[in-house]
């Protein structure tokens, strides 16, 4: 008789899952945030930057990334879709955590946060959890591609798609991020495509 392998990422433990996933992960990031190897370094507006306006009420879409991300592992109907977007989310973070090390990049914020209260109470906890200094590649938009990919091949509903792209849209309205950094975040999204055959070989 075959013994069964014994698998700690299972259906039943989503929510256990989404701690043993975010843990680590945000361990990495805050790391990689506030202990610097490197000073971080400004980069030029583009034209798209400077195009692009500061939407204060989008802050509550940028900050449901972690909602969304709760949300998406919840719904995971079975231990292989868990296993797939654990390999996959670890591999973006992996990579992201090269380029903050080497490459740290840093957003001003501080340019667009002190108008007025609302915007500043959101400042001072952002500045606390997430100081922007690594905005290249953005999670938030690179997560938020892989989410909405896997989300569209479930063919249930438009709900999570939508909600992904709103806040890659959040991450340059609420002005966390380049524009740079998006197009950055869709090269690590692509190139997590092409690891996926791997990853999809090892859990089935």
Known sequence: MNKKKHDFI??????FYYFLLWTPYI???????????FEPKYLEFTKIDKAIPFVPEMIFIYISYLVYVFFFIYTCKNSRELKIIFYLSYFQVIVSAFFFVFFPVKFPVEQFYSENTYTSLFYMFWQWFDEPNNCIPSLHAANSMLVIYL???????LIMPLWGVLIIISTLTCKQH?????????ILFCTTLMIKPYVLKKVS
């Open 151 to 157: 989300s569209l091949k479930r063919k249930k509903n």
């Open 178 to 186: 380049y524009f740079a950094d998006i197009i950055a975040a869709a």
């Open 27 to 37: 361990l990495i990031y805050q790391l990689t945030n506030r202990f610097n190897l």
């Open 10 to 15: 299972k259906k039943k433990n989503n929510i």
